[in-house]
Each structure stands twice: as C-alpha cells, then as structure tokens.
C-alpha cells in the first residue's frame, strides 16, 4: 500500500523533465531553422511622382546634302575630289571632255608631278619635329628626379635604422592587421560563394525554362506541317510564314476562308512562339552585379592581404643583423646612379640645342623652293583650265562642305542627271532617329528637350525632339522619332539619346530591384508577418503587378498593396512564393 504514492511521484518528475527537453528542443531547432532561411532587404511602398525616361540610340545624320548632277550628257576628263575631302564654294569638283586629249593629259600629268614634288619637299622640310628629342629629354629629366629621390629615400632609410628602435612594435600591428584581413576575406569569400550559387541556379532555371519552351514551339511548329501534309490541296506554308506564325495567323483571319482547326493549330503555334521570345527575354535579364560586387571586396582583401604581408617581410628583412650594411651600400648605389643620369640630361639638353640652330638654317633654304613650285602650280592649273575648255567645261562646289561619296571614274560618260557626287552641308545642321513603342511615344510632344547620355567629350550635345511619326518598318506598334542635334557632333556618330516624359503621381511605387519577372508576367514579393509562439515569422507572398512607369531607380505600380506594406528588393537566395524568409538586420 506503501509503494504506490512513491511511483505516482516518479511518473510526475520524469514527465516534467521530459516537458522541459522538448521545450529546450524546440527553442533550438526554431533558433537554427531561422538563421538557415534567406536573408531579405526590404523597401517600404510609398507614393509620389515618376518622371519616366524613353531612351534609344541611332547614328548621325547630316539634316542637309548636296548632290551634284550631270547637266549634260559628257565624258568626265578628270576626277578633282575624293570621299572624304573637304570643299569650299567655287571648288573645281570635276573636268570635262568631249574626247581624248594628249595635251590635256600630259598637262594634267605634269601638275600631278608638280604636286607630288611640292607635297614630298613639304613633307621633307615640314616644321622639325622636335617631339622625339624633347621626349627624350623629358625623360631624362624624370630619370635624373627619381634617381634624387632614390638618393634621398635611401640617405633616410640609412638615418632611420641609425636610430629606429620600433621595429618589433610596428611588425606587430601589421600581423594583427593581416589576421583581421584574413578573418574579412574569409567572411568576403562565404558571401561571394553564396552570391555565385544563386545566381548560377537562376540562370540554370530560366535556361531549363527556355529549353522547355523551344520544345514546345517546335512540336507546334511539327501540328501546323503535318496539317498541311494531311490536306494537301492546300500549298505547304513558306519559311517566312513560318518564321513569324502571329503575322501568318493574322492573315488567315483576315482571308476568312480558313478552317477553325487550321487556325488553332497556328494559334497554338503563335503562343509556343511568344513564350519562347519571354524565357529568352528572362534569361537575358538576370543581373550578376550582387555577385560581382561580392567578387570586388574578395579581390581587394585579397590585394590588401598581400600588401601587408610583404611590408611584413620587407620589415623584418631591414632590421636584420646585415640591414644597417645593407642600406649603407644602398645610399651609395643611389649617389652613383644620380650622378650618371645627370651627365646623361646635360649631354642630351646640349645635343638638341644643336640640331634646333642647323634645322632653322635648312627651313629658310626650303620656303624659296616651295615658293617656286607654287607658281609652277599654278601656272599649270591656268594650262589645264584653258585645255579643258574654260569654266563651262568644268563643274565647281556650289556649297562648302565635306564630299560624302564620289559616284563616277574618270573617262566615264554619265548620262543627264546622273549624281556625280554627294557633299554633305553641316551648316543645315544633324539629326537622329530612332524607333519607340506606340506607348512610350505617347508621352513626348515636339520640342522635348532630350540628353546625350553616351557623349563625354567635347562641347555639350543638345538634342530637340522635332517629330513623332509612324515607323514605316512596325507602323502598327511603333513611332519614329526624330531629333534635331546642335554642338560638337559629326555624321557617323552613335550616339545614346534620353528624353524623360511628364511628371505623374502614383499610389504605389516601389524600387526597380524589387520588381521580376516570369511567364506569367511582372510581380514582387511582399512581407507578410505571422505571428507565433516563439516571435515573428517572414513570408514572401507574390503579388502580380503591372509596370505603370519608370525612372532610374523606382517605377510606379499597381496591385494588391496597403499601407505600410514592405516589399523584397534582395534576397541572399532564391524565393518563391510562401517561403519564410528572415529580415535583414
């Protein structure tokens, strides 16, 4: 009777310690399941106003060219230009013929050797080029001041283990230094790795995807030919039909003599098409910057690391028992070398003295033989002028400018109103186009002052919306548009053009980091918070949005938001939608 209240005792303690491990139990596996999920950066969605940027690039244009014609039916004697030249007014572009000239010819022939002679002795006794000399000097220069500062870096060194007695203290800190650079590089390299395998496992998932994707376009593609091959009365698609299903299905709605079948099968083909064009669109938008950014810090502690241990080892090698020996030799070495590159200056300072006072003698001899051949010149050009039948057998620049292309040889006919050549007039300005969608057109106007995002150099480029008009390539979803250019700019250029359209207020805007994307369209992922026994918890819930506009940094939005909703701008790996996620601190 004694023996049961003490085994009701028992039970009673061994369930309480047994109460008490679960709850310890469970404190810890919540404690490490949290330090284990993805760590979120977070941003707060707030209203205000978006001023959305349209950016394009395009080449430059000359506004303004000038085509020179034939105006007569007549053999072109001689070619007087080439693309590229500049040309002012009343320039002789071309010489004229009715025939063969041997006159003409050797004349034309002896004002070529006139100028071959002219631009040989030019170039022969141009101004003296006394870059390489000065160069040359130059560097001696700078060889004779790092030698001085070597010669006195090693005098201070020489003097500084004369007398430093710190040695041990400063090898100290450095060693604390390198350690904590390591612990750094080490905690660097962890976050990098984590980076890398998110990101490789989003490019991994978004390729499987496209994959997908292409296999489902091509099975579709196999439905549309097999259809044609089962009713053969009907002609077998082209490639070009096939290239593009949503232009081919729109045809075939508008004949209205196609079956339903045969329209849902190149339905079903023109959607396997446009998801395709989506995952490559996915693919080709996944960022690496969190993991090159990570790869940056990893590279510097790395660099850092590397800095310290040689100041280390150089510090330990200088106060050695053969360092005060050592820097001794040094100062030494230093003395001679300073001497040598001093001699060597003046040698080279003397030397190029001489050669300016024998060059300046040589000039004064060359301007009278270059005077010479310039009347010869000219006198020549008068006899080519006469042989070729005056002005009216020669035509001249009617504008200045710069000749663009030359369309003709010489000795060919060409035919009334052939283009003989075409110069470009930058005097009426440059222009550039480029196409944007219908949507994005709709918020510029004529007049728009648009920014040269892309040109770094020179004057400022300012760029003016002149016209929005139907791109004759897309004239169903794009605009043209077309800007005037004034400043430091030339024909040829490539240039990047940002026009930002009028300010708007939006309820929800969030930041662009926020926002991605898959087949089902644009969304975010929003911060819900859950209560429970042991804290909060962090759910990533997806909320589907449309992009209403854009800046730089933020775009405006719309979908399932409160106030004071937060939503998931990084993540330190990948998220879906009801993951638990822990906040970053």
């Given at each position: 009777m004694e023996s049961k209240p003490k085994n009701r005792e028992w039970v009673k303690n061994a369930a309480i310690i047994l109460l008490a491990i679960l709850l310890v139990l469970t404190f810890f596996s919540n404690t490490w399941r949290n330090h284990n999920l993805p760590e979120v950066a977070t941003a707060?969605?707030?209203?205000?106003?978006?001023?959305?940027?349209?950016?394009?690039?395009?080449?430059?244009?000359?506004a303004g060219s000038y085509q020179v014609v034939a105006q007569?039916?007549?053999?072109?004697?001689?070619?007087?230009?080439?693309a590229g030249q500049e040309v002012e007014t009343g320039d002789v572009l071309f010489v004229l013929g009715d025939g063969d000239s041997a006159e003409l010819e050797a004349a034309q022939d002896q004002l070529r050797q006139l100028q071959i002679s002219y631009q040989r002795s030019a170039l022969g006794g141009s101004a003296p080029d006394y870059s390489g000399d000065e160069r040359r000097l130059a560097g001696l220069a700078e060889d004779y001041n790092d030698a001085l500062a070597a010669y006195n870096a090693a005098v201070e060194e020489y003097n500084r283990r004369m007398n430093d007695t710190s040695a041990s203290a400063q090898i100290a800190s450095k060693q604390a230094a390198l350690k904590q650079a390591q612990k750094d590089l080490d905690e660097a390299t962890r976050v990098r790795d984590a980076y890398k395998e998110a990101y490789d496992t989003l490019v991994s998932q978004a390729a499987d995807e496209l994959s997908a994707k292409e296999q489902e376009r091509l099975t579709a593609r196999q439905s549309v030919l097999s259809y044609y091959e089962e009713h053969n009365t009907l002609p077998m698609p082209t490639e070009e039909e096939l290239a593009d299903p949503a232009a081919t299905l729109s045809e075939l709605k508008e004949s209205g003599d196609a079956p339903q079948e045969l329209l849902d099968i190149w339905e079903s083909y023109a959607d396997a098409d446009e998801a395709v064009e989506d995952a490559n669109l996915a693919l080709s938008q996944i960022s690496s910057d969190s993991l090159d950014t990570a790869q940056d810090k990893v590279d510097?502690?790395?660099?850092?690391?590397?800095?310290?241990?040689?100041?280390?080892?150089?510090?330990?090698?200088?106060?050695?028992?053969a360092g005060l020996q050592a820097a001794l030799e040094a100062k030494n070495a230093a003395k001679d070398a300073l001497d040598t590159a001093e001699d060597a200056y003046l040698t080279a300072e003397q030397a190029l003295n001489d050669k300016m006072a024998a060059d300046n003698k040589s000039a004064a001899l060359l301007g009278l033989d270059l005077a010479d051949l310039q009347a010869q010149i000219q006198k020549q050009k008068n006899l080519i002028a006469e042989l070729s039948g005056g002005e009216d057998n020669q035509i001249v620049a009617n504008v200045s400018g710069t000749v663009q292309s030359v369309e003709v040889t010489a000795g060919s006919k060409p035919q009334k109103d052939t283009v003989l050549c075409t110069i470009d007039v930058p005097d009426q300005g440059y222009t550039l186009s480029f196409s944007v969608s219908n949507d994005q057109a709709r918020r510029l106007r004529p007049g728009d002052t648009a920014t040269v995002t892309n040109y770094y150099w020179g004057s400022q480029i300012v760029a003016t919306l002149e016209s929005i008009k139907t791109d004759p390539k897309n004239p169903q979803t794009n605009k043209l548009l077309t800007f005037t250019l004034e400043g430091d700019v030339s024909a040829g250029s490539q240039l990047t053009i940002s026009v930002g359209s009028r300010s708007a207020s939006y309820d929800s805007i969030v930041p662009n980091s926020a926002i991605r994307s898959d087949a089902n369209g644009s969304f975010v992922f929003k911060v819900e918070a859950k209560n429970s026994?042991?804290?909060?918890?962090?759910?990533?819930r997806r909320v589907s949005v449309e992009v209403l506009a854009s800046?730089?940094?933020?775009?405006?939005?719309?979908?399932?938001?409160?106030?004071g909703d937060y939503v998931i701008t990084t993540s330190s790996a990948p998220i879906q939608n009801g993951d638990l996620v822990r906040l970053a601190d």
């Amino acid at each position: 009777m004694e023996s049961k209240p003490k085994n009701r005792e028992w039970v009673k303690n061994a369930a309480i310690i047994l109460l008490a491990i679960l709850l310890v139990l469970t404190f810890f596996s919540n404690t490490w399941r949290n330090h284990n999920l993805p760590e979120v950066a977070t941003a707060n969605v707030s209203g205000g106003p978006i001023v959305a940027k349209v950016r394009g690039s395009g080449t430059v244009i000359s506004a303004g060219s000038y085509q020179v014609v034939a105006q007569r039916t007549q053999e072109i004697r001689a070619v007087m230009v080439r693309a590229g030249q500049e040309v002012e007014t009343g320039d002789v572009l071309f010489v004229l013929g009715d025939g063969d000239s041997a006159e003409l010819e050797a004349a034309q022939d002896q004002l070529r050797q006139l100028q071959i002679s002219y631009q040989r002795s030019a170039l022969g006794g141009s101004a003296p080029d006394y870059s390489g000399d000065e160069r040359r000097l130059a560097g001696l220069a700078e060889d004779y001041n790092d030698a001085l500062a070597a010669y006195n870096a090693a005098v201070e060194e020489y003097n500084r283990r004369m007398n430093d007695t710190s040695a041990s203290a400063q090898i100290a800190s450095k060693q604390a230094a390198l350690k904590q650079a390591q612990k750094d590089l080490d905690e660097a390299t962890r976050v990098r790795d984590a980076y890398k395998e998110a990101y490789d496992t989003l490019v991994s998932q978004a390729a499987d995807e496209l994959s997908a994707k292409e296999q489902e376009r091509l099975t579709a593609r196999q439905s549309v030919l097999s259809y044609y091959e089962e009713h053969n009365t009907l002609p077998m698609p082209t490639e070009e039909e096939l290239a593009d299903p949503a232009a081919t299905l729109s045809e075939l709605k508008e004949s209205g003599d196609a079956p339903q079948e045969l329209l849902d099968i190149w339905e079903s083909y023109a959607d396997a098409d446009e998801a395709v064009e989506d995952a490559n669109l996915a693919l080709s938008q996944i960022s690496s910057d969190s993991l090159d950014t990570a790869q940056d810090k990893v590279d510097t502690l790395t660099g850092q690391i590397d800095s310290l241990q040689a100041e280390i080892d150089k510090l330990i090698a200088t106060f050695g028992s053969a360092g005060l020996q050592a820097a001794l030799e040094a100062k030494n070495a230093a003395k001679d070398a300073l001497d040598t590159a001093e001699d060597a200056y003046l040698t080279a300072e003397q030397a190029l003295n001489d050669k300016m006072a024998a060059d300046n003698k040589s000039a004064a001899l060359l301007g009278l033989d270059l005077a010479d051949l310039q009347a010869q010149i000219q006198k020549q050009k008068n006899l080519i002028a006469e042989l070729s039948g005056g002005e009216d057998n020669q035509i001249v620049a009617n504008v200045s400018g710069t000749v663009q292309s030359v369309e003709v040889t010489a000795g060919s006919k060409p035919q009334k109103d052939t283009v003989l050549c075409t110069i470009d007039v930058p005097d009426q300005g440059y222009t550039l186009s480029f196409s944007v969608s219908n949507d994005q057109a709709r918020r510029l106007r004529p007049g728009d002052t648009a920014t040269v995002t892309n040109y770094y150099w020179g004057s400022q480029i300012v760029a003016t919306l002149e016209s929005i008009k139907t791109d004759p390539k897309n004239p169903q979803t794009n605009k043209l548009l077309t800007f005037t250019l004034e400043g430091d700019v030339s024909a040829g250029s490539q240039l990047t053009i940002s026009v930002g359209s009028r300010s708007a207020s939006y309820d929800s805007i969030v930041p662009n980091s926020a926002i991605r994307s898959d087949a089902n369209g644009s969304f975010v992922f929003k911060v819900e918070a859950k209560n429970s026994p042991l804290g909060n918890r962090y759910i990533a819930r997806r909320v589907s949005v449309e992009v209403l506009a854009s800046d730089d940094t933020n775009s405006a939005v719309t979908g399932d938001f409160g106030w004071g909703d937060y939503v998931i701008t990084t993540s330190s790996a990948p998220i879906q939608n009801g993951d638990l996620v822990r906040l970053a601190d």
